[in-house]
């Protein structure tokens, strides 16, 4: 279904010598040296570029809101998408600091958004409650995964060089949390955190909801589809896709905190080679999201203590692959006549 290429080794080899020439000691600029090799491997140029950035940010609701497991109202999500819209958002703010293109898709929400300048994929008005029913179909989940694919494949063809995803969708972090659970077969006591600030009774009471969501359904941890249809979320699944598009296409995907991990875990199942595609932008104060990470096998750029979503943390992280790529506007010890260090 998906074809997304092997990395670029050759190339890869190629840039590094390049930035071992550079007039630096080796490795002085330490993970940045790392970071363009990384993205040569990705992209197949010895001058890989990131900008400009896309920000694709998804919405949808979640029907386990039911339950009471977020500090939020569910109506919260339409008022944020208008505050997206409107461009009062935290990820509004460093999406135009970092010249980002914006877009913000509702794949999902619970209710008709009164106004323009999104884009309306809408599947569904929301999944249903996965502590009494299969969250959606495995069909509503396939195609709220072709929804991000297909978006991302837009920005793509925009100029895009770099890809952040990011979501709202109140009550997320439980159907985050219950994927991750399901994937890793790590207890939920370990993974499930406060979210946007519940207190510790709410905590204890998500906690066990999605216990007793995995006991229902047993979802299938090999199964992308299966996981999303039985206890997913529309828009995991629409990010998801996005990143599928964005490695077939050798668009570098900067991960932002738990959710968007969490998505990039199901996107692995769909084709194991997406990973090579990703670079972690931060580590949330999630609990889960450190698991995700050590999951994927990555190293986060920043922790910055963030817990936001929308894609914020990998906005704020974004300058950095910028700094790794203008590391090779740098003079050579044979450009510069600068002698080179022996052993």
């Not at 090799?37 to 386990?64: C, N, Q």
């Not at 969250?135 to 770099?162: F, N, P, S, W």
């Not at 990998?314 to 002698?339: C, D, G, H, I, R």
């Amino acid at each position: 279904m998906f074809h997304i290429p092997a990395l670029n080794e050759q190339v890869g080899r190629e840039v590094e010598h390049h930035v071992n020439q550079l007039t630096k000691p080796p490795g002085s600029l330490g993970r940045l040296e790392q970071i363009v090799i990384e993205l040569a491997k990705m992209t197949g140029s010895h001058a890989p570029r990131v900008t400009p950035p896309g920000v694709l940010v998804f919405a949808a609701d979640h029907g386990v809101a039911e339950e009471g497991v977020s500090a939020f109202p569910q109506e919260v999500t339409a008022q944020m998408v208008l505050n997206f819209v409107s461009g009062g958002a935290a990820v509004n703010v460093f999406s135009r600091q970092i010249g980002a293109k914006f877009a913000v898709v509702d794949v999902g929400v619970a209710s008709d958004i009164p106004t323009e300048g999104f884009i309306s994929q809408k599947i569904k008005y929301g999944t249903d409650n996965f502590c009494a029913k299969e969250a959606m179909t495995r069909d509503e989940a396939k195609q709220a995964v072709l929804v991000g694919y297909e978006q991302a494949h837009r920005m793509i063809q925009e100029g895009i060089r770099c890809l952040i995803v990011g979501e709202m969708g109140i009550a997320n972090t439980t159907a985050a949390s219950a994927i991750l659970a399901a994937i890793s077969g790590e207890t939920v006591e370990r993974l499930v955190g406060k979210g946007t600030g519940i207190s510790e009774t709410v905590l204890a009471h998500k906690r066990e909801v999605i216990e007793r969501a995995l006991e229902l359904h047993r979802p299938d941890a090999s199964d992308p589809l299966d996981l999303l249809a039985k206890i997913g979320g529309l828009e995991i699944a629409a990010m998801a896709g996005a990143m599928l598009a964005a490695a077939e296409n050798r668009i570098p995907i900067l991960l932002d905190g738990f959710i968007c991990t969490t998505a990039a875990l199901v996107a692995r199942l769909f084709h194991p080679n997406v990973v090579h595609y990703m670079i972690a932008g931060h580590r949330s104060q999630e609990p889960g999201h450190r698991v995700a990470l050590q999951l994927l096998r990555k190293e986060p750029l920043l922790d910055l203590h963030m817990r936001l979503g929308e894609g914020s943390g990998a906005s704020v992280a974004f300058p950095l692959l910028q700094f790794a790529t203008n590391m090779l506007n740098m003079a050579t010890f044979e450009s510069a006549k600068v002698s080179q260090g022996g052993e």
